[in-house]
């Protein structure tokens, strides 16, 4: 039985969701180029609006996010 890959054209990336999901909640007068001081729980987002964060090294486990939130 041949299982067939999900066609994902045409949906955005990991990457571009992320983004869209932290500018929408960017809070009021906050630019990405002030993100260096949110809270470390937007510390990814940051990374990802900034270019920090591209989708070849995105953690790909919770272990990785976790050792990847320590290293920020």
């Known amino acids: ?10 949906q955005d990336t990991l990457l571009e969701t992320v983004r869209k999901n ?3 909640a960017l809070p009021e007068g906050q630019t990405p180029e002030t993100c260096q001081d949110w809270p470390s ?31 920020v």
């Open 41 to 71: 729980i937007w510390n990814m987002a940051c990374d990802a609006l900034s270019g920090r964060l591209q989708d070849d090294n995105l953690p790909t486990s919770a272990r990785a996010v976790q050792d990847y939130k320590v290293k």
């Open 22 to 24: 932290a500018l929408a």
């Open 1 to 10: 039985m041949n299982k067939q890959s999900p066609d994902y054209r045409g």
